[in-house]
């Protein structure tokens, strides 16, 4: 039967061989392209059947922290920070995300607590560009999010019970802040703080870790810390305040991260050995009202949701740092993708027995400088003229992994408006800050705070 035009149309047509073999090349893939897909479907197979594995591990090894942290967690009695707790935030939700359980215990407790936030939080570009649609981020653009963000801070710790007569803004650039405390020796910060702790008179203070990746929280947590010292040595605080830390980043700190209400936030195994860790309960009604604080943040929830909500755990982490000569930072996780930008360890060197000798302090990073990196150290003794900076210059950087920094001694004298009284045996003497500087910004930061140090020695 013919199969040409006039066929009859209840006969199925054919294809020839000819037009079978043309149309076989239309849709035949080459074989490098195949290859390709065939290993993008089993990775995806391979990734679904992965992961309930992931969830597992991620028990396992939080139960393996669990064990690990647990002997060294004793439970935070608030009572013993006294009536006036004064709270201090590098950023606007850090308070939120640190504190919000203990603010709750206050306030239920009759205490209202006095919240501080340093900087507006003006340098997180993702953010505003996410948050305005726009390229280009401009001045207009960041002082619209930092008012943004401290409508969202108030609306926060109205959720916690704090009024707004409790909650201050210094107003302060986290883009400018690190430069001007530890490079330019900028005052302005300090008496600010300085001013605020003369009007709470705070019995206990809460401030960002020393150990904190970010390096705003870190340059915070010395600048309070030298506001504290340096206030009580004028005698514009009373008594010296109890200062205790929080911890916000720190690698995968909290582990694991997402929502986990029922789980525990554990410190970080590294961190173990040089303070004293405790831990603050939190009932289920705390946890729920801290979630609904977090909330308020609106302007980072969609970049930064899933670490905020890490923060709602079954209790909340604080710290005391022993005061020593000398403070490592953790091993096997570093902080920076450039070697030549990590610090590992800040020390004091030991003192020679004359008087004449400068300090001597040692600053280890994980690899060789770079001489695009400017590398000092930031020294503040209370009741000194000035804190003392020295950086190295790209000239003098040696090819060892140690930068060793000499100042001359800052003896405290004592000011002619504070009263001779009784110094803490736990005091600190000085605060000394060891950071790197890369194309005019600050990328890591490690405060330390000794006890008695020959360099800078409090005055009794």
Not at 16 to 44: C, D, E, H, N, Y
Not at 122 to 150: N, P
Request: with cysteine.
């Amino acid at each position: 039967m013919r199969r040409g035009r006039w066929a009859h149309p209840a006969v199925r047509w054919q294809p020839t061989f000819r037009q079978r073999k043309q149309r076989g090349k239309l849709f035949r893939l080459p074989r490098s392209q195949w290859r390709v897909w065939r290993g993008a479907i089993w990775l995806m197979l391979v990734g679904v059947a992965a992961l309930p594995s992931l969830h597992w591990a991620d028990r396992w090894l939080y139960q393996h922290q669990r064990a690990m942290t647990e002997p060294f967690l004793s439970i935070l009695p608030p009572t013993a920070l006294g009536d006036r707790i004064a709270i201090v935030a590098p950023h606007p939700d850090d308070e939120a995300l640190g504190c919000g359980g203990l603010i709750q215990w206050l306030v239920n407790n009759g205490v209202i607590p006095h919240i501080l936030v340093v900087t507006d939080g003006d340098g997180f570009d993702a953010a505003i560009r996410l948050h305005y649609h726009q390229l280009q981020v401009t001045e207009r653009l960041r002082r619209a999010f930092a008012l943004q963000r401290r409508k969202e801070t108030l609306a926060a710790m109205g959720v916690l019970g704090v009024p707004v007569s409790h909650v201050h803004f210094l107003g302060l650039s986290e883009r400018t802040l690190p430069t001007r405390w530890l490079m330019r020796r900028d005052e302005r910060p300090l008496r600010e703080l300085m001013t605020w702790l003369a009007a709470v008179q705070p019995t206990g203070v809460i401030v960002p870790s020393r150990y904190d990746d970010h390096p705003v929280h870190a340059v915070v947590c010395s600048l309070v810390w030298a506001a504290v010292l340096q206030a009580h040595a004028e005698g514009i605080l009373r008594q010296l305040p109890r200062v205790v830390e929080y911890l916000v980043h720190y690698g995968e700190f909290p582990r694991p991260q997402g929502w986990h209400p029922n789980w525990e936030l554990l410190p970080p195994t590294d961190l173990l050995s040089v303070a004293v860790w405790w831990r603050l309960p939190l009932p289920e009604p705390l946890r729920q009202r801290k979630a609904e604080a977090i909330a308020q943040y609106q302007t980072q929830l969609p970049l930064t949701g899933r670490f905020l909500n890490s923060f709602v755990r079954a209790n909340e982490l604080f710290a005391e740092p022993m005061l020593r000569l000398e403070q490592p930072d953790r091993a096997g996780e570093p902080r920076s993708l450039l070697p030549a930008t990590d610090i590992v360890e800040i020390a004091v060197l030991p003192e020679a027995p004359v008087p004449s000798t400068p300090a001597r302090f040692a600053m280890r990073l994980r690899g060789k400088p770079s001489r695009a990196c400017l590398y000092g150290v930031h020294v503040f003794v209370p009741s000194a003229h000035r804190p003392q900076v020295q950086v190295l210059s790209p000239q003098s950087l040696p090819s060892s992994d140690t930068l060793v920094f000499a100042l001359p001694k800052a003896h405290a004298a004592p000011s002619p408006t504070a009263q001779v009284r009784h110094v803490r045996s736990a005091q600190p003497s000085a605060v000394i800050t060891a950071f790197v500087v890369r194309h005019d910004r600050v990328l890591d930061v490690a405060p330390l705070t000794p006890r008695r140090w020959a360099g800078g020695v409090h005055a009794p």
